[in-house]
């Protein structure tokens, strides 16, 4: 029997992602699995004229990091509920972040939302679920923006 222990649920806080967290909740009471809430702040991109000049990015603020502590945690208490669970904040490359948090914390499965995009804007905006399906360390579920919903009654 497969087993899940551990499932990564990330988070644009979009109606979608929470959707994906529905999904989550379920699949944990199934399992009695633990759901590891999280969310990536990609630093701003700050374009230059000079060809390989680096441009410094400062830290993320504190005060902005307890404030995205407190929207995970809000959204954990209202759609997770009593199941096992953290929030993680990371600062970076949401791919690199979320691909090396499931490793750090051994995740069985990432269930994580995708738009859909396609054509231009998926060129343009790329797509966060795409690269975290080709790089995670363990199966992934994506959740898209018009699947069946099966997790209202």
Do not use: W
């Not at 499932?7 to 644009?12: G, Q």
């Not at 208490?77 to 972040?97: L, N, P, Q």
């Not at 948090?101 to 051994?106: G, M, N, P, Q, V």
Request: net charge negative; hydrophobic share 40%; glycine share 4%.
């Amino acid at each position: 029997m497969i087993r899940i222990n551990k499932i990564l649920v990330p988070t644009d806080f979009s109606e979608h992602s929470k959707e994906a967290l529905r999904y989550a909740v379920e699949m944990a009471k199934v399992h009695d699995a633990e759901i590891i809430l999280g969310h990536v702040m990609e630093p701003p991109i700050y374009p230059t004229m000079f060809e390989g000049a680096a441009v410094a990015v400062p830290p993320l603020d504190e005060s902005f990091r307890k404030q995205l502590e407190e929207h995970l945690e809000d959204l954990r208490k209202e759609e997770v509920g009593e199941i096992t669970s953290k929030i993680v904040v990371r600062e970076g490359s949401a791919t690199s972040e979320l691909t090396e948090l499931a490793k750090d914390e051994d995740v069985d499965l990432i269930i994580i939302a995708t738009h859909g995009y396609t054509g231009i804007k998926h060129m343009l905006l790329g797509s966060t679920a795409e690269k975290v399906v080709r790089n995670a360390p363990c199966p992934v579920l994506t959740v898209r923006e018009k699947a069946k919903n099966i997790c209202k009654p």
